[in-house]
């Protein structure tokens, strides 16, 4: 079955403390990106990756690290830098497709994992 | 500086009758735009995109058109049914912008009633 696994679904950040949030995907898709959702508001790019052992920062990156040592992980590290961090995460994936002039990319989400501090 | 914007936060629709939830958006870099819906607690699921060289895209029962001198967009759900009932987020990418990112609105919460 392919798809994008989130896990933890849920996930609790005591004082100090780093976590890392799991993103897996099977779907050969060379780009993947971490977005977080706060209540009432759309989503803000966090970080994305084009290729593997290559990422870039997106709109709000800091306190945030990533890895891609394998195409089909890319894993999110929330660090203690990170003040606010309570909020739901989404991973996604996506394939490049070419038409015409034209590259479209439709990104594909996994189920998220709500993350909070205690 | 939001560069999508869904000025609507929530629609309410009879069932059986059209919704339409609307979109704007200012950077004219932007030339491929999207339509997600998106579930409590699961992740946005996509539905419906348009390029810019096209001013209307259908599938099935929903349809976007696009109006790239207004820089506006909208999502057309034809007839509309209670599991349509969810939060609807549009998006937009550009060959201007680094590849892939997407920019997303704040979302439209659309409630539809048996």
């Known amino acids: 079955d392919g798809g994008i696994t989130q896990s933890p679904k849920y996930l609790f950040r005591k004082e100090g403390q780093n976590v890392t949030l799991s993103c897996e995907q099977n779907l050969n898709h060379d780009a993947m990106y971490w977005y977080r959702q706060d209540p009432g508001q759309g989503l803000r790019l966090i970080y994305y990756s084009q290729i593997v052992n290559d990422f870039q920062k997106g709109d709000i990156a800091e306190g945030y690290s990533v890895s891609r040592e394998k195409k089909e992980s890319f894993p999110l590290t929330v660090t203690s830098a990170q003040k606010n961090p309570t909020a739901f995460y989404l991973c996604a994936s996506s394939i490049k497709i070419n038409s015409g002039s034209q590259a479209k990319n439709i990104q594909y989400f996994g189920a998220g994992t709500r993350l909070s501090v205690l | 500086d939001q560069q999508v914007k869904q000025n609507s936060p929530s629609l309410s629709v009879q069932e059986g009758r059209i919704s339409i939830l609307n979109c704007d958006y200012t950077n004219s870099m932007f030339d491929y735009f999207l339509w997600y819906k998106k579930y409590p607690a699961e992740g946005p699921t996509f539905l419906i995109s348009i390029s810019s060289i096209k001013d209307k895209n259908e599938d099935g029962r929903f349809t976007v058109f696009l109006n790239k001198s207004a820089k506006h967009l909208s999502l057309h759900i034809v007839p509309s049914q209670p599991g349509d009932s969810a939060v609807y987020f549009c998006?937009?990418?550009?060959?201007?912008?680094?590849?892939?990112?997407?920019?997303f609105g704040q979302g439209t919460i659309l409630t539809v009633h048996p």
């Open positions: 998006a937009a990418s550009g060959s201007g912008t680094s590849y892939g990112k997407l920019t």
